[in-house]
T-cell receptor
C-alpha cells in the first residue's frame, strides 16, 4: 500500500466494552508508533515497536491498554473495559529505520476516532 | 518535563499573505524539531524536520527556523493559498526518543 492505513476509521463503544484498533504500516517500515490525540490537543505518545519488539510502552495510560505487533508488520491496539476518558483519535505512524527510526520522518495513518458512550 | 506551546491557537488571513506560526519549547536539549500539517480525516503529514545542529529548513513556500538556545521555532509560509488551510503542529524529539507535541495552530486562508 501507498501509506499507513488504520481500521476502523470510527468506533463507537459502550462504556465497559473492549475495542481493538488495527494499524497497517508502510511495507518494510521497521518502527511503528501509537499516539492518542484528544480533541484540540496534540498527539501524545503511547507506545513504540521495532519490528515485533515493543521497546517503549511508557505512554500507555493504564493497564487497560495493550498493544502488539506479533509478526513485525500489522499492529493492534486493544483497550479493555473502555471508559469515557478513552474517547480520542488514535494515530498510528511508521518509519523506515530501526534503532535510528525514532529520529526519522514518521508517516501517519488517518487515525481511528473512538467515542465511548 | 518538556512542554511545547504554539501561539496563536488559530489564525485567519487573506489569500496571498505571508505568515508566521510560532512554536516554543521549555527544554533546549532536543534532537530535532518537526512541523506537521493535519487535515481533518487525513492524519498528519510531516512538512519539515530540523536537526538540532541546523538553523533552518526550506521546502517550497515553507521555511522553518530553529533557535535551540531560546527554545523557539517559526514556520514561515509565503504567498498563502486556500489549500494551506489546516492545523499545523510542531513536535520536538527529546532525549527519550519521544515526540512531544504542541496543541497546534488552526490556519484558515480566506480566498
Amino acid at each position: 500500500g501507498a501509506g499507513v492505513s488504520q481500521s476502523p476509521r470510527y468506533k463507537v463503544a459502550k462504556r465497559g466494552q473492549d475495542v481493538a484498533l488495527r494499524c497497517d504500516p508502510i511495507s518494510g517500515h521497521v518502527s511503528l508508533f501509537w499516539y492518542q490525540q484528544a480533541l484540540g490537543q496534540g498527539p501524545e505518545f503511547l507506545t513504540y515497536f521495532q519490528n515485533e519488539a515493543q521497546l517503549d510502552k511508557s505512554g500507555l495510560p493504564s493497564d487497560r491498554f495493550f498493544a502488539e505487533r506479533p509478526e513485525g508488520s500489522v499492529s493492534t491496539l486493544k483497550i479493555q473495559r473502555t471508559q469515557q476518558e478513552d474517547s480520542a483519535v488514535y494515530l498510528c505512524a511508521s518509519s523506515l529505520g530501526g534503532t535510528s527510526g525514532r529520529r526519522e520522518t514518521q508517516y501517519f495513518g488517518p487515525g481511528t476516532r473512538l467515542l465511548v458512550l | 518535563k518538556q512542554e511545547v506551546t504554539q501561539i496563536p491557537a488559530a489564525l485567519s488571513v487573506p489569500e496571498g499573505e505571508n505568515l508566521v506560526l510560532n512554536c516554543s519549547f521549555t527544554d533546549s536539549a532536543i534532537y530535532n524539531l518537526q512541523w506537521f500539517r493535519q487535515d481533518p480525516g487525513k492524519g498528519l503529514t510531516s512538512l519539515l524536520l530540523i536537526q538540532s545542529s541546523q538553523r533552518e529548513q526550506t521546502s517550497g513556500r515553507l521555511n522553518a527556523s530553529l533557535d535551540k538556545s531560546s527554545g523557539r521555532s517559526t514556520l514561515y509560509i509565503a504567498a498563502s493559498q486556500p489549500g494551506d488551510s489546516a492545523t499545523y503542529l510542531c513536535a520536538v524529539e527529546d532525549s527519550n526518543y519521544q515526540l512531544i507535541w504542541g496543541a497546534g495552530t488552526k490556519l484558515i486562508i480566506k480566498p
